[in-house]
């Protein structure tokens, strides 16, 4: 055992035994598997969800979620809450609320894809709880422990996304509530860090993929990233992607939209269904060179 | 007229105009001044909020609202609920929540202090404000614009702290969802970025006083600093308080304990009530040589 | 095309066409290509530069060479000059300079494999170009604007480390003073980011696999990773290296030890011949995965 | 004693001992004190050192230097050879080198005002001693070992600059091989870090005011802060001038311009002759509430 004496230390044995025992990783104990609506997490499957920004109308749901299914994707993604850092909406950039849910649901009962969607205020986790298999909470509610609270207390898997300006601990912490209050389903996604020098205009955060083995060392729950919303900018989503399942990733998550350059939300970083398509061939291509897959034939 | 062409453009005139009209200030437009249990904000006086970090029991925080007031504070400051990283309580480190209230209504009542408290829950606005003259929105929850929402429809004033990791232009994005559901008495608080490299444990966060003037250039309303959270060792508080006075701030929020050592939380950043008593007469002397007051005869 | 209105741009048309333009790629101009020491490099094979962090004797870099021409390196890498962030040396942590040299000139003699080796000093360039094949410069001196002049007019092939601080822009603005006086292979190499949050001791810094397709995108020269520094944490080299293929690198850099664990300095991040041998072997397959090799048979 | 557990720890009683004893301060131990050219540092004394960015010719050296010594300035500063991120001069940006140097002496000689001049290239810290009275180590080179050495061994004070990405520990290991070699009067100079966020255009980097007081625990030798530089914005030099005084700043450099609008180099960010003078009023006034003195009488 090489004892660790360099400075700077953030993540302790204490911290593992005290601050987040349940998310804690010890050793070389085998990290968690569990299934969501019938898809293994953990294991050697990576899952994929894949979907727009934003549900925008009925039929671009529907039809993104069968665009995805086609590709062999494993939950379809879209937001129908959505967080915006300004309050004004447009004609664009709205959000359809509790009609986009039932949108959502349209589509897996046409589809049977399984649905990942964001939950932001208290008031709405029942509505979102009985429409999606899994409950996402973003970056900016990464440390709004009553929300957090309150989605492990409804009983539904969860993922939780990294804040940008969070440290692996911090996130771990966040964690530690969900799974005290219950959630014993429990993922969690890197979204891309604020940093001090970002590369271009399209690139507003960095995805961090240390963060992969660093929280796969110390924490027992699977890890992915989103490629999407760290690079803001489509031509990086492949190499970025392919960077994850390199560094270890559990599952990926990715904005896919039937036509990218009229997304109503951030018309730069979403991919198209046909490049969609062709990353899941390259993303099964290096899944199995590193021992896993994405369930795609090649 | 300087035209600006470096690069990393944060802050546009496009931001200004749409994305946070009602927080936006315009070239120079006066700033905005309002009372709060009248105490003036926005002009030459510099109000204090001084008291501890956690409400820990009835007895300390009423011996703190005399010291606060006997010293020339204006608000006491005290969490009755208070995030924590981790969700583990323990003798030291609690909260006592509708008791807390209690007690700094009590406090309120022996000394006429008005009271900041913080809220994190959107089910407890109602209790919070029916005792606070300020609802405190903490640096974790300046993006649960649920939260924002809820606290500006309560009609109290409200001061919303920067996140460690947010841009000023998400900060004020931030602002603009309380100003457009009709909070008319907002004030910003600086309490420290999370950075790349911070200057020893005791120091967690760096205090952006450059925050300050830019702040009050793109925005209306009234920005102060917290150096006690910031600075996380009770040495540097009184010259970063000092730094604040003289990069222009407009209120100061400051840590201070009966008994510091002994502080149920954080007990590295408090400082006692000598400490305290001392600090406003510094403060004094630094506000009048900047044409301002903190209200303290020197 | 999509216009690009985000906020934050950091690199601009007017950027490429006269702050570097000889470092400039313009869209789907083609990247450059080159060989260096027989090597080739910017084509589909990744080159693979290994060895340990500084020759600690002329036996055990004789002993790393034949390693690493065994399990299929390109180059041998090797501090004789070694900046370390203190003054002070110690028996364990040294400069062997001169001495160090001839060592790494007797470790290719003996195997053939070309050399890489930091330079920190204008005054040794000659000494340290008449044995390097590539002349290394640190993240330390990416700034250090005489020096990289007078390593360009060595006529030396070079590899321009990114500062752990610095932008992409500033990166490519140094490697544009060294294309100015001449250097015509010229590599880049991200090494980490100082980051607002490390993970732990063992990682110091960040590794920015964004700034892979980021840099290839706005520069023609090639662009790899050094994951053993990054990471500081030896676990971690291998998903960072699988990863850094993945995100497109044009060359690995990596640190392997005849004995890591008594490495003279930075223990924490070599990795052993054999974990190197076998960590080749997982390099080629992601790398055939993503259409590349590093030249290593299955 | 107060015992520090928190995370993060960046700066250890070990650091002090043997990393860098020379430039530790330990404990209560008085900081150091000694004067350069006659003008006394480290003491009640706040010496202002003021100029252009860059010598741009004989006269308006000449004209500034005068108005920094009529407005109470101790040291002139200019450059005269000046690093800029990219290679390609214009008319406007240039450096006039050893005839700038010439024109520096020329100024001393008429006001009596010593010098602060930056030192970049092994091969001209000869030229730049024979005229400075302080060698000006900047941002880029404060890890470029090979310079600061030979910096020191000229015999000559030296200001050492933090670089924009390096942390408190990093930057007094520089300073300490400079003091290992022979430099006896050395002075710290923080001048702005890259940070996740700017404020905006024209603020590329973060003064850091906490690195003041975290310096002057840490280390015994002089620390101000140069908010020019760090602001790249006029209007902000002032605030952050008078905050670094509150902040304890032990001298302050700043940027003073003929005609601003018009200056070769980063127009946003000096200030006039007569925005210098009254900001020279407003920092005795915040030096005298502070019990120091900037030299200059109400």
Redo the contacts between chains.
Sequence with gaps: M?E?????????DE?LA???PLAARRGDEPRRQFEIAGVPFGGDLIPVMAGPNTVENREMILRTAEAVKKAGGHFLRGGAFK?L????RSDKYFELREEGLRYLQDARDATGLPIITEV????YVGAVAEVADILQIGT??M?????LIDCARSGKPCMLKR????????WL??A??ML?EGCTKLILCERG????????????F?????????AQ??CSYPVGTDPSH???WA??VK??????????ADFIMLEVHPDP?NAAVD??QPISFDAYDQLML?ME??A???GRTVGRSL
Excluded: C
Excluded at 120 to 123: G, L, P
Excluded at 193 to 204: K, L, Y
Excluded at 206 to 214: R, T
């Design positions: 090489i660790n004496k360099a400075p700077g230390k953030d993540i302790s911290d005290s601050k987040f967080p850092s300004f309050p004004y932001m205020d208290q008031n900016r509610n440390q709004n422990y009553a929300l804040h940008y300006g969070a440290s692996l601990r911090d912490g966040a530690e509530y005290l860090m604020a940093v001090p020098h970002t590369h271009r205009a399209s690139s507003r960095l995805l961090d993929l240390q963060v992969v083995p660093a060392e110390f760290a690079t803001f031509p990086w190499p970025m992607t392919l960077a994850s399942i390199g560094a270890g350059r018309p730069l390259s291509a290096v199995r060179a590193v």
